[in-house]
């Protein structure tokens, strides 16, 4: 995949290096092009070390902004107010301005990232409007301490990815869940479990970059989520199935990768602490399987569920995989052995069994390519 990466005169500019670095370990070459202003910010040279290519600084015989024009995708981060308005009236003065116009006639994907002080950001909003009219993607900025800042590098990247792929998941609106839920014994003491949220947050990503609008809804998690996803927060199992009523029925796919207490403490209205002076008996109650409901809610849905067990064989996973498959409706199971080591809850990797009318092993490897590898069945069936 081939970027090119225009660097304006924005302080920001000093983050170009490392979004140029995450952009080039994600196998994607990147060309810098280089306003004047920008080079009062950083050396072009330092540019050149992140992207391992000459920077252009200036437009010469060998017609860079035609050469460069049809690259896979036009990245300008930072987006100061002055190229935004540029491009808005196709001024082609400089050789950022003049590549983007040029690009802009190819159709060449072209994604914005703003940086300024807030003022200027809100004087350029109706050129934004008539740019996103036309197809520029703008990603939002941090907006605080008065100023529309750098957003994190990751949504960068993210966006760059959605916008360069296959698209296969464009139009649908996804839901996933994840995290685990938290049972109050009392306002200090809880019941939950060691689900760190990393395959639904990984999932969530996947989808994201295939194309689809990615709602979260999450419980506790230990892994950071996106900011560019929507992201409903929940605690309680209760609060769960509460946020799943009220989205299931506007959604096409439903992945529910939460790890969702099974048992809740019965506990006394009013008690806000249990004196530890003696021993204590807990009294646990079943919750209710959420994802029974889902079908029912919305009947058309793509209905993606997950079965972990402890200690099982294949056959045993898989008949406890079906099982749940049948009394939920789901049109996918994804099942794991968590006594495995390395596919535990808080690891980075997972060995899985993907199930529909046929079974997809898939050995130990990260959470993020069984992620892939999930999405593509969900591409695959969700699109008939």
């Known amino acids: 995949m081939n970027v090119v990466l225009c660097v304006t005169g924005s302080v920001a500019a ?7 670095r995450e952009l080039k370990r994600h196998d994607i070459h990147v060309k810098c092009f280089m306003s004047d202003a920008a080079c009062e910010i950083i050396h072009p040279h330092v540019m050149e070390f992140a992207t391992g ?28 107010a002055n190229v935004i308005s540029k491009l808005t009236y196709k001024i082609a003065d400089n050789p950022i301005s003049t590549l983007l116009v040029t690009a802009f006639g190819y159709e060449t994907p072209i994604v914005f990232v703003p940086s300024m002080h807030h003022s200027m950001y809100r004087a350029v909003r109706d050129n934004i409007s008539k740019l ?22 990751d949504d960068i990247v993210l966006n760059v990815l959605r916008e360069t792929s296959a698209g296969d998941l464009r139009g649908k609106k996804v839901l996933i869940s994840t995290g685990a839920t938290y049972e109050k014994v009392d306002e200090f003491r809880g019941i939950t479990n ?45 609060d769960m199935q509460e946020a799943i009523r009220k989205h299931v029925p506007t959604y096409d796919v439903f992945i529910s990768a939460a790890a969702v207490s099974d048992f809740r403490p019965v506990i006394d209205e009013g008690i806000t602490k249990i004196s530890s002076s003696e021993d204590l008996i807990l009294k646990l109650e079943r919750t209710p399987k959420i994802i029974n ?37 789901s049109d996918l199971i994804v099942a794991n052995d968590v006594s495995k080591e390395g596919a535990g809850f808080d690891s980075d990797s997972n060995e899985v069994l993907i199930i529909d009318d046929n079974i997809l092993k898939v050995p130990l490897t990260s959470k993020r390519e069984i992620a892939g590898k999930i999405l593509d069945k969900v591409t695959k069936n969700s699109n008939r």
């Open 194 to 238: 060691l689900s760190s949220g990393k395959t639904g947050v990984e999932l969530a990503r996947e989808a994201f970059i295939r194309g689809a609008e990615v709602t979260l809804i999450c419980g506790r998690i230990s892994v950071g989520v996106p900011h560019i996803f929507d992201v409903v927060e929940v605690e309680s199992v209760v």
């Open 53 to 80: 290519e000459e920077v252009v600084l200036g437009l010469t015989g060998q017609i860079e902004h035609v050469k460069y024009a049809q690259a896979d995708l036009i990245l300008v981060a930072p987006a100061t």
């Open 293 to 329: 409901e889902v079908k029912k809610l919305n009947p058309e849905i793509f209905l993606v569920g997950f079965k972990a067990e402890y200690g099982k064989s294949e056959e045993e996973l898989v008949s406890s995989a079906r099982e749940r498959m049948k009394k939920s409706g």
């Open 132 to 153: 996103k009219k036309e197809g520029i993607t703008f990603i939002k900025p941090k907006v605080e301490e008065n100023k529309a800042k750098f957003p994190d590098i």
């Open 14 to 20: 000093v983050e170009a290096v490392k979004l140029a």
